[in-house]
């Protein structure tokens, strides 16, 4: 009997909370609209990481849904993060670091797929765009988009405009936003998303800028007054107290800061990146208007991701490929269908959350073996007790894991940084050698991947030059 009341009791209760939720909500699943940006940083204006920065679209989406101020990627560059993002796995549990393996390549991916394609076996109608998976969806992952989206590549211009190497040019150019891939690729999605859709669809689309060429046209240049930009804080002595075994000085890519500062274009640099920063903006904008205000505004989910952050001298260094803050800092914003209003919250999350977190809002099951967790209890409640950390991972056993006030830095070499984002968020200060932390140490390191899977090798993915 006893048993039989409290069913009733909590059978009711579900009717009422399912009966309220419709009242307010479609039924159904959500469409999705997954918007990934290139190397943007967190200089974007809500998430404060540049005072000169104009990004009034971002704001605004920020304004409509939820901030995480305190998301991270989970592989400073291009290729392991998408990886990663698409699979809602770890890098240590695949095996795909850097350039070394695309998603289907990967023998350790032989049983997953990246979400889109998860969606479209849920009955989704799936289209895509630009840059999404780093070499696109090949082999066994081409039947992911139903429609293929515009590639969205941006015109180059025939000659160097500032820099020696072509893919760290940077200058006005084209003439006119039209001329833009991104532009192109947003056109085609506000398009689509102007109509009313029957069917639940997931739409996804990359953009290319602000990643290096620096190339928009000029009106984006002139949104900035050059000369008198802040520039990054780069104090050489900030690396007195990096360990020797920081792997960002053994792999460069990028030009040094030593060659940027010798070349005098520091702050030409800085300007150029801002301007791709508003220019990806407006193409945001265009889309995440088109999905707010448009004819599927009521029953669609908007996520906005970028695949890592961006070094523009800080710690000596340009770029990415590093496990500091500029490098895993992303930008993660959720608006729409059943995401609060103008919330925001630092518990530390990352981009592998959202593969089960996109799941559970439209119903679909959370195949096993993901290493992200679902977001939901903070989209729910931007407050809830959150008593996780972030793993990120730049090649194999070197890993940062994240806190709501902390950063530790572990390399395979056994080398340590630890730094107190509460009164360091520049993270200048090195306190892995200071006894009164060594708890905290302790905590943070029990995040630590208990697996590391070895690096794996595939013919022909490799990082091109320069990049
Ligand atoms: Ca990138
Ligand atoms: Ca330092």
Redesign the pocket.
Known sequence: MKFLVRFLVVGLGLTAATFLRAANEPVGPPNIVFIAIDDLNDWVGCLGGNPDVKTPHMDRLAERGLLFTNAHCQVPVCMGSRVSVFSGKLASTTGCYEFNAEFHQAPTLANDLPIPLLFKRQGYHTLGGGKLLHSGFQGRLAETFDVQLSPGRNPTPKAMMNWPVKVWDFGPFPERDEEMGDHQLAAEAAEFLGQAQSKPFFLAVGFHRPHVPLHVPKPWFDLYDRDALTLPKAPIE?????PESDITRQKAIAPSHAEVLKSGKWRDLVHAYLACISFVDHCVGMVADAAMEGPNAGNTVLVLWSDHGFHLGEKQHWAKRTLWAESTRAPLIFAGRGIPHGARTDAPVGLVDLYPTLCELAGVPVPEGRDGVSLRPLIDDPTADWDRAVVSTWLPNNHSIVDRDWRYIHYADGGEELYDHRNDADE???LASDPRFADVKKRLASWLPKQNVPLLKVPGAKAKKGE
């Not at 900030?238 to 990096?242: L, R």
């Open positions: 900030d690396m007195d107290d990096i200048f200060t090195n």
